[in-house]
């Protein structure tokens, strides 16, 4: 029987300084303000820490409606509308650049070559 007790206040104990830091270090409390719930926590043996863990402490962020984020940098589609927007730009800008290489390599016809070119094809008419 004195094992119980000893293992009941252990339980309590430890009950009691998860409840005290837990209250403490929430940025917000529900139901009381939170001098309250640390005079519950440690006046009432076993319940208060009990009545902290239901109904005082906050709302985990798992259960809370999700916000939108604050900066665009934070938001997962204006990041995709970025890249493909900044795809975009880059695709046409390399289109652009790869017709002003093509245009750059190809020879310009020397003035004798186009004359004799001419000639050639004056010789073949009938």
């Given at each position: 029987?004195?094992?119980?007790f000893i293992f009941l206040a252990a339980v309590a104990l430890v009950?009691?300084?998860?409840a005290l830091i837990s209250s403490l270090a929430a940025e917000r409390v529900r139901n009381?303000?939170?001098?309250?719930?640390?005079?519950v926590i440690l006046l009432i043996p076993i319940a208060g820490p009990i009545a902290w863990f239901l109904s005082g402490r906050p709302v985990?962020?798992?259960?809370?409606?999700s916000r939108r984020p604050a900066a665009p940098d934070d938001d997962p589609d204006f990041?995709?509308?970025m890249d493909?927007?900044?795809?975009?730009?880059?695709?046409?800008?390399?289109?652009?650049?790869?017709?002003?290489?093509?245009h750059s390599e190809e020879p310009e016809p020397s003035p004798e070559?186009?004359?004799?070119?001419?000639?050639?094809q004056d010789r073949d008419r009938p």
């Open positions: 029987m004195v094992r119980l009950l009691l300084i998860l009381m303000p939170r001098f309250a719930w640390v005079l985990s962020r798992a259960h809370r409606p990041l995709r509308s493909s927007e900044q795809s975009r730009r880059d695709r046409e800008l390399l289109n652009q650049w790869e017709r002003e290489m093509r070559t186009h004359d004799e070119q001419h000639d050639q």
